[in-house]
């Protein structure tokens, strides 16, 4: 079945870690988004890719990191965690060529301790 | 940018009572989407609307795009509707055609 996988679930993890969250989907999207959401509040892009090798930084600043090799993946990478880092993390893709609406992950949730 | 307003932030009802939550919006729009976000935080596509009705179930959507404003009913609610509800839009000559959010409606439906 088509979809978009995210994870890990829940991360706990110390601060000052290297962090990768892993996003998928298998849906052919050639969009691909992140999206940083602190608990009760809304979403805040962080960033976005439009194809393989393309990635943008969103409107929330964001010390992580994309990359897009692929066009089924887009991890995002945290180099150092820090306690400011905690929040949900999630993911979301779309056809540019249906103009279809956007499809999300479940989401990981982070914790830095 | 676009900006998405939401109404109300927070609502609380009984079970069997129906809602309207409503979403403005500052722009023009190619894409609007109503989500609901469940306690466990999984983000569930509800409604894919820029324009018209659509009904789902207990639950049906229009968006009035020349008034710049959606409406999303929720009839004969139950405590599994519980969450928050969001709506998101894009507006292609705004901020590079990207999903923008309003606030959300937390709603609790007692039992």
């Known amino acids: 079945e088509a979809d978009i996988y995210q994870t890990p679930r829940y991360l706990v993890i110390g601060t000052g870690k290297k962090i990768t969250l892993e996003c998928s989907q298998t849906?052919?999207?050639?969009?691909m988004y992140w999206y940083q959401q602190d608990p009760g509040m809304e979403l805040h892009l962080i960033h976005y890719?439009?194809?393989?090798?393309?990635?943008e930084k969103g409107d929330l600043s964001s010390e992580s990191t994309v990359s897009r090799i692929r066009t089924e993946h887009f991890p995002l990478t945290l180099e150092s965690a820090r306690p400011s880092h905690t929040s949900q993390y999630l993911c979301?893709?779309?056809?540019?060529?249906?103009?279809?609406?956007?499809?999300f992950g479940s989401g990981t949730r982070l914790t830095v301790v | 940018g676009i900006q998405v307003e939401q109404s109300p932030p927070d609502l609380i009802l009984q079970e069997g009572a129906n809602s309207t939550l409503r979403c403005n919006f500052s722009d023009s729009v190619n894409n609007l989407q109503w989500f609901h976000q469940n306690p466990w935080g999984q983000l569930i596509n509800l409604f894919y609307i820029p324009s018209g009705t659509k009904q789902n179930g207990r639950l049906s959507a229009t968006t009035v795009a020349t008034e710049r404003y959606s409406l999303l009913y929720i009839s004969s609610s139950q405590t599994t509707d519980s969450g928050v509800y969001f709506c998101a839009v894009v507006n292609y000559g705004g901020s590079q055609g990207n999903l923008i959010f309003g606030k959300g409606t937390k709603l609790s439906v007692k039992p």
């Open positions: 849906m052919g999207h050639d969009k």
């Open positions: 890719s439009y194809g393989v090798n393309s990635t």
């Open positions: 979301a893709s779309s056809d540019s060529g249906t103009g279809g609406g956007y499809t």
